[in-house]
């Protein structure tokens, strides 16, 4: 299997502009989350995803931001409009639920986005 | 306010000897334990876990301890090797939750 897989790699955009971010789980997976890696707080997770439904959003940090899951192999993260403070990387990660609770999660490589 | 908390941000070990890195964590729901391992320009990968129901896990070169009573888990190397260079990230999970929360990580440097 491929893996997570997450575009863009990197993206340099200026405030303001609007930003989206991709991912495709692995195949198979019915759990998928968007997390986000920065010096100051680490890996935080913004929301998650089961069969396409957002489970929880508690950790988006504003209205800005916003999430979508179409369908079962693609997801989207936008903010709109961007600030300097949202640089950071973004991971995206997706894991098999079913009965157990406790399969790995398996991250994609991130995004890394840098707002100027 | 951290639930999970790796205090120290880096640690420098010589290789062949143990690397320990400590994760401290304050929610008492959590009942199941994980470290991931990050190199540069990569994602988090899985390394080891651990169930409440446990103390100790091992996998190969790779321990975890777990002493639940002082909420505090621990992660072995032995012995630590050049490749083992990264960040390791703890993470924690409760009854009931999908949902991960990591600390900050430590920044492992292993001496040649």
């Known amino acids: 299997d491929a893996g997570v897989i997450q575009s863009p790699r990197h993206e340099v955009t200026e405030m303001g502009q609007e930003v989206t971010l991709r991912c495709k789980p692995i195949?198979?997976?019915?759990?998928l989350f968007w997390y986000r890696q920065t010096m100051m707080r680490g890996l935080e997770l913004l929301i998650y995803f089961n069969n396409n439904v957002p489970i929880d959003d508690s950790g988006m940090p504003e209205d800005r931001f916003s999430a979508k899951m179409p369908n079962a192999s693609f997801s989207t993260l936008k903010i709109q409009p961007s600030e300097p403070r949202d640089s950071a990387v973004y991971f995206c990660a997706s894991k098999q639920g079913a009965a157990n609770r406790r399969n790995t999660i398996y991250f994609g490589e991130g995004s890394w986005l840098t707002v100027v | 306010d951290q639930q999970v908390k790796q205090n120290s941000p880096s640690l420098s070990v010589q290789e062949g000897r143990i690397s320990i890195l400590n994760c401290d964590y304050t929610n008492s729901m959590f009942d199941y334990f994980l470290w991931y391992k990050k190199y540069p320009a990569e994602g988090p990968t899985f390394l080891i876990s651990i169930s409440s129901i446990k103390d100790k896990n091992e996998d190969g070169r790779f321990t975890v301890f777990l002493n639940k009573s002082a909420k505090h888990l621990s992660l072995h190397i032995v012995p630590s090797q050049p490749g083992d260079s990264a960040v390791y990230f703890c993470a924690a999970r409760g009854a009931g939750s999908y949902q991960l929360t990591f600390g900050k990580g430590t920044k492992l440097s292993v001496i040649p």
């Open positions: 195949s198979g997976h019915d759990y």
